[in-house]
Nanobody, 120 residues
Framework: QVQLVESGGGLVQPGGSLRLSCSAS????????MGWYRQAPGKQRELVAR???????NYVDSVKGRFTISRDNAKNTVYLQMNSLKPEDTAVYYC??????????????WGQGTQVTVSS
């Protein structure tokens, strides 16, 4: 079983920055892709950013140039650096990690979610 723990959300003024972290623990052999999703009230969950095991990244258009996803494979941790935040970035942010467990089975796990609120 794989557990994810997120941190770093909070309240920030427009134009401010936040850094989200998500650490995985448990019976992990290797991690493939790591990503961040968000869900605003009344909206569907959307992919914000994703990073592969090889370091390739992709972003939703609305955050390109403002958000940066990165990973520390030694720590099984993924980060999301969010700069120039806008009120429309307000949402609950979830990390998602896919990988291979020690039992030889693929897994996909979600974090518990962390609230990001951008408001003056």
């Amino acid at each position: 079983q794989v557990q994810l723990v997120e941190s770093g959300g909070g309240l920030v003024q427009p134009g401010g920055s936040l850094r989200l972290s998500c650490s995985a623990s448990g019976s992990i052999f290797t991690i493939y892709a790591m990503g961040w999703y968000r869900q605003a009230p009344g909206k569907q969950r959307e992919l914000v950013a994703r990073i592969t095991s090889g370091g390739s990244t992709n972003y939703v258009d609305s955050v390109k140039g403002r958000f940066t996803i990165s990973r520390d494979n030694a720590k099984n941790t993924v980060y999301l650096q969010m700069n120039s935040l806008k009120p429309e970035d307000t949402a609950v942010y979830y990390c998602n990690i896919n990988g291979l467990g020690m039992n030889g089975a693929n897994f996909g796990s979600w974090g518990q979610g962390t609230q990001v609120t951008v408001s003056s």
